[in-house]
């Protein structure tokens, strides 16, 4: 069985280092934004992790027990190879210093190269505190002489997701072919039953209709099937152009 950690960083112990983590305000933003990407990596042999900062509760069909329940079947079917909650609270997220220590922990004892968090403009201030909160712990992670578990240590890249509730027609800075792993992205949504079916409209277009033809958008984009965007602030470092297309 699939465990959610949530006992906080200092007591996760011996793990090896994850290749990329991805931090979500709440269960569910992770597989919505980059659910794709995260399955074509896995698949690609890569050190997966995602932490959610909140239960994602209350919200109208769903309960802790609940939501926790449908966590774990998105974990398992995306097979990721880490995911905690850091206990943080739904609907109250803020980027305040206790916050900032907690998810620098995580950095600390999770050694990610590069963090994923949620696109910097968004109508949900949860999402807007998380990727404050994201970009300054990862510059506490480096922090020497502090009480903080586990060694100084700065993941490389911060890059983003858009899992937003703006109406925004984004520009990405790169789009990943999710045209193999759509399906197990659009399966991972739907563990989600409680967000995206119950007391959901069944006439057509569905939210899962909508994310799969976003999908289809951003992999039009590319000329492929199906896409995932993401964004940076950062320019990014090529070393050869064989995989650009």
């Known amino acids: 069985m699939t465990e959610i950690h949530t006992d906080g960083p200092e007591s996760i112990g011996d793990v090896q280092p994850l290749d990329f983590l991805v931090v979500a305000p709440h269960p569910d933003d992770a597989e919505i934004g980059m659910g794709g990407t995260i399955a074509k990596m896995i698949r690609q042999g890569m050190r997966v992790g995602i ?16 939501r926790r329940a449908e966590t774990i079947r998105a ?9 905690g909650n850091a206990g943080l609270v739904n609907r109250e997220l803020q980027h305040t210093l206790e916050a900032r220590k907690r ?18 403009h968004d109508a949900h201030p949860d999402h807007v505190a998380a990727t404050e909160l994201i970009e300054a712990a990862r510059f506490w992670s480096k922090l020497s002489k502090t009480d903080m578990p586990g060694e100084r240590f700065h993941p490389e890249r911060t890059f983003y997701y858009f899992c937003i509730h703006l109406r925004l027609a984004v520009q990405p800075s790169w789009i990943v ?4 792993t759509m399906d197990q992205k659009l399966d991972s949504i739907r563990a989600y039953e409680s967000q995206f079916v119950v007391g959901r409209p069944t006439e057509p277009p569905t939210m899962l209709d ?24 950062e320019p990014l470092a090529l070393t050869s152009l064989r995989d650009v297309f």
Do not use: C, Q
């Open 51 to 66: 932490l959610d900062l909140t239960s994602g509760e209350p919200t109208p069909h769903g309960s802790e027990t609940i």
């Open 75 to 83: 974990t398992e079917i995306l097979n990721v190879t880490w995911r």
């Open 103 to 120: 998810i620098a922990s995580y950095f600390r004892m999770l050694r990610p190269r590069w963090v994923f968090a949620p696109y910097f």
């Open 177 to 180: 072919d999710i045209s193999e």
């Open 210 to 233: 909508r994310i799969e033809t976003d999908g289809a958008y951003f992999g039009n984009l590319i000329a492929r099937r199906y896409g995932e965007p993401f964004a940076t602030k």
